[in-house]
Nanobody
């Protein structure tokens, strides 16, 4: 059974930083593309970024230059480092795993939820003004 668990969410002031963790059991994360998605109240889920097994990263333009992803294969974890947080970043953030290779071209598929097979339960991130 595959289980993804996010942690590290919370309340932060505008301009602050948070780091979310996604840890897995039941599969080895370093073999797959991992994405972070977010969903704000009343809005559709959107892709934040995705990191492939060779560490290529794809970004939503709204987070480019502020958010980064990293892997710790020893801990079977992927991290989302969020700097320069803005109130519009407030959302539930979820990690997701694509077991199969993303549909080419990756630029046009990494942000599509149906490319991913396993999802975490989500972590709330709230950015205050």
């Amino acid at each position: 059974q595959v289980l993804l668990v996010e942690s590290g969410g919370g309340l932060v002031q505008s301009g602050g930083s948070l780091r979310l963790s996604c840890t897995a059991s039941g599969l080895t994360l370093d073999d797959y593309t991992i994405a972070w998605f977010r969903q704000a109240p009343g809005k559709e889920r959107e892709g934040v970024l995705a990191i492939t097994s060779d560490l290529t990263t794809y970004y939503n333009d709204s987070v480019k230059g502020r958010f980064t992803a990293s892997r710790d294969n020893a801990k079977n974890a992927v991290y989302l480092q969020m700097n320069g947080l803005k109130p519009e970043d407030t959302a539930v953030y979820s990690c997701a795993v694509a077991v199969l290779e993303l549909t080419l071209p990756y630029d046009d598929s990494w942000y599509l939820p149906n490319e991913y097979d396993y999802w975490g339960q989500g972590a709330q991130v709230t950015v205050s003004t």
